[in-house]
């Protein structure tokens, strides 16, 4: 039926090709249009009797060639294309049900262990015998991150479900039909929001506190989400690749219905396309589920377990033993190191990114209202500035963004923190940009919460702090 319809329309196309410039030709001489334009018993003598119009239609011709439309043929093409259509839709609802059913996600190899949040509570000795074991390469910035392992990331139903999709929308766009492409189009999103997407959604979805400590629903959890980061990726190059051949194929155009067919058939491709835009929503709510679930209660965890024992109210000696030991930062780039260890192999590249997007805001967030808590004089104020430079730099060439937006506040904290006393605070008011003006990252500091941090400075008189007027 495919070829059929495709050689019927390049044989029509080839008529009209030639039969235009003789109609024009034709026009032009005085009394020709009666010679292109033929009445119904001009048509009944020189049209063979097999290609004339039905009874009960009359004869309708085309303007721009003089070619009859409504023939024998035309009527039986359009019954073949709704035949074909109707077995299509009927094969890509089961083909895509059976890529389903055969899908391999419970046998995907690299799946043996659970993710674990558990990274040990040592610090020096600790991240030696961290370095020096087989498979784990020192990151950028001091962070450990594994070598390249055989964890497969995602299932075989996105390829062959894709397949599927591809063949049907190829061959229907062969046909050169625009009604035919749009609805096998709606076929296929059918197909895909009712097995592809829902099944993908339900595993996404599922609680991470139920699959604490199994690796086979941590499995179906991450592939699933990976699975839906794949086919945002491959339905935007099955479409790049359907345009381009209906760009190829389709008559070009130049006015006449050409150019409503090609027109019609790229609605019908835009429609399909849209649907990614249901792949990435199902995605980010199954990365937030997972940043709820997992990363956030793993970064306060992360974060907790490297503040213990670290205090920033210090002595000149403290001060020195602190900067020769960096404490903080040795932890938090050994806990950190064990979260990027197992989420990079088993997240797709933007799921991984977007998850670390979330660990690192969860982070911010968590450091300002710990700050917020803690006391400190000049010196803890330098070295918890110090602190946030570090961390930001490390966390910056792990993620390979910049972070200067997300940690804009704990920078400016950092700063009104470190002041040699409460007057040099009052500056850190006048840099403010004024109000009304539009400022790209986080919004800075208040007065008020200023003020608040220097109350937690136990080396400035709360006169001093009062004489600021803020």
């Not at 991450?222 to 339905?235: K, P, S, W």
């Not at 997972?290 to 306060?300: I, Y």
């Amino acid at each position: 039926a495919v070829l059929i319809s495709r050689q019927t329309a390049t044989f029509n196309r080839f008529l009209a090709s030639r039969a235009a410039p003789e109609a024009q030709a034709l026009a032009d001489v005085p009394g020709g249009a009666e010679r292109v334009f033929l009445g119904p018993a001009a048509i009944a003598k020189l049209v063979p009797l097999s290609m004339q119009p039905t009874r009960d239609a009359g004869a309708v011709v085309d303007g721009a060639t003089g070619l009859v439309r409504n023939t024998p043929l035309a009527a039986r093409m359009r019954w073949l294309t709704d035949v074909y259509v109707s077995l299509e839709v009927f094969f890509v609802g089961r083909s895509v049900a059976k890529a389903m059913a055969l899908d391999d996600v419970d046998s995907l190899t690299g799946w043996q262990d659970a993710v674990n949040s558990d990274a040990g509570t040592g610090t020096g000795a600790s991240a030696t015998q961290h370095r020096a074991q087989p498979g784990v390469r020192r990151g950028p910035g001091g962070a450990f991150a594994s070598e390249a392992r055989d964890i497969q990331q995602t299932s075989s139903c996105v390829g062959d479900m894709f397949f599927v999709v591809k063949t049907a929308l190829e061959h229907v766009i062969s046909m050169q039909r625009p009604a035919a492409v749009g609805a096998v189009a709606q076929c296929v999103i059918s197909a895909m929001n009712s097995e592809f997407l829902s099944a993908m959604e339900a595993c996404a979805l599922s609680s991470w506190s139920g699959a604490a400590g199994q690796a086979p629903a941590q499995r179906r959890i991450l592939v699933a989400i990976n699975n839906l980061d794949l086919a945002c990726v491959y339905l935007q190059k099955t479409v790049d690749g359907l345009r381009e051949m209906i760009g190829r194929e389709w008559p070009p155009e130049g006015g006449g219905d050409g150019d409503s067919d090609r027109a019609a058939a790229h609605a019908a491709i835009d429609t399909f396309a849209a649907f990614a835009g249901k792949f990435a929503h199902a995605k980010q709510r199954a990365l937030e589920q997972l940043g709820a679930q997992l990363l956030k209660p793993w970064m306060r965890t992360i974060l907790q377990q490297s503040y213990r024992d670290i205090k920033y109210v210090l002595t000149d000696e403290e001060f020195n033993d602190v900067q020769n030991d960096n404490l903080f930062q040795k932890r938090f780039v050994l806990k950190f190191g064990h979260l990027v260890q197992q989420l990079r192999p088993r997240l797709a590249g933007a799921n991984y990114a977007a998850a670390l997007e979330l660990s690192i805001a969860t982070l911010a967030q968590d450091w300002e209202r710990a700050i917020r808590q803690s006391k400190f004089n000049m010196l803890g104020g330098i070295m918890f500035e110090k602190d946030v430079r570090e961390i930001q730099r490390f966390l910056e060439q792990e993620a390979d963004v910049p972070l200067r937006p997300r940690f804009g506040r704990l920078t400016q904290m950092a700063d009104a923190l470190a002041v040699e006393s409460a007057a040099d605070a009052k500056q850190l008011l006048l840099a403010r940009p004024a109000a009304g003006t539009d400022v790209a990252g986080p919004a800075p500091l208040s007065a008020k919460e200023i003020r608040a941090l220097l109350e937690n400075r136990i080396d400035v008189a709360d006169s001093d702090i009062s004489s600021l007027g803020i």
